[in-house]
Each structure stands twice: as structure tokens, then as C-alpha cells.
């Protein structure tokens, strides 16, 4: 099976950046994508940004406007969401999850790490 955890979250300022990550362990080699996805309390989830395994592609929600990159590092065994200009509606529990194969569910979800913006 394939494990995720996810790291990095905190509180940041409206306008400032965070760098969270999704450490992935297990079989790592049943991966074919990585997604993050978020969600607020009393909001429904959110897709945010998805990488191939290969890292060939990556995915992002029309919402983020092109303040978050997502990237794998060297090992190909964690995937990190750079989060620039952050915007309090960003603030929810972000959570990693993953695909074995393209147009399959996301599963393994992590444990999520919160993010909190604040004016």
C-alpha cells in the first residue's frame, strides 16, 4: 500500500507563502498521479493541483490563478505545493492523495496539515 503524509502547514499573513508537502512511502512505484486537495469547514472539497508521478504533467484549479506551483523533489517520493500570495480563502485543511492509474478514485489520503491565512 502507499502511505501519505502531509507537512508544512501553519499560519501565514495574507500575502505571504507557505511550502507544504506530501511525503509518500510504501510502493511508491503503484503511483501514477498525486493531488492535493483542500477543504474548509463547511465546505465541500476542493480539487487544487495534481502531478503525474513521472512529472511530466502537472494540473492546477482555475482559482488558484497561478500563485501555487506544485513539483516532486529528486528522490520521486515526495510532492511539494509552493504557496505564494495566499489569500485568507485559502485557509482550509489541505490534504495529498493519489491515483494508481489516470481515471481511477483518489486514495491513501493523508492526515491533511492546516493552513490558516489571516489578514
Known amino acids: 500500500q502507499v502511505q501519505l503524509v502531509e507537512s508544512g502547514g501553519g499560519s501565514v499573513q495574507a500575502g505571504g507563502s507557505l511550502r507544504i508537502s506530501c511525503a509518500a512511502s510504501?510502493?511508491?512505484?503503484?503511483?501514477?498521479?498525486v493531488a492535493w486537495f483542500r477543504q474548509a469547514p463547511g465546505k465541500e472539497r476542493e480539487f487544487v493541483s495534481g502531478?503525474?508521478?513521472?512529472?511530466?504533467?502537472?494540473y492546477y484549479a482555475d482559482f488558484l490563478r497561478g500563485r501555487f506551483t506544485i513539483s516532486k523533489d529528486d528522490a520521486k517520493n515526495t510532492v511539494f505545493l509552493q504557496m505564494n500570495s495566499l489569500k485568507i480563502e485559502d485557509t482550509a485543511v489541505y490534504y495529498c492523495?493519489?491515483?494508481?492509474?489516470?481515471?481511477?478514485?483518489?486514495?491513501?489520503w493523508g492526515q491533511g496539515t492546516a493552513v490558516t491565512v489571516s489578514s
Open positions: 502531478i503525474l508521478w513521472s512529472g511530466e504533467n502537472t
Open positions: 510504501g510502493r511508491t512505484d503503484s503511483i501514477y498521479a
Open positions: 492523495a493519489f491515483q494508481r492509474a489516470s481515471n481511477t478514485n483518489f486514495g491513501s
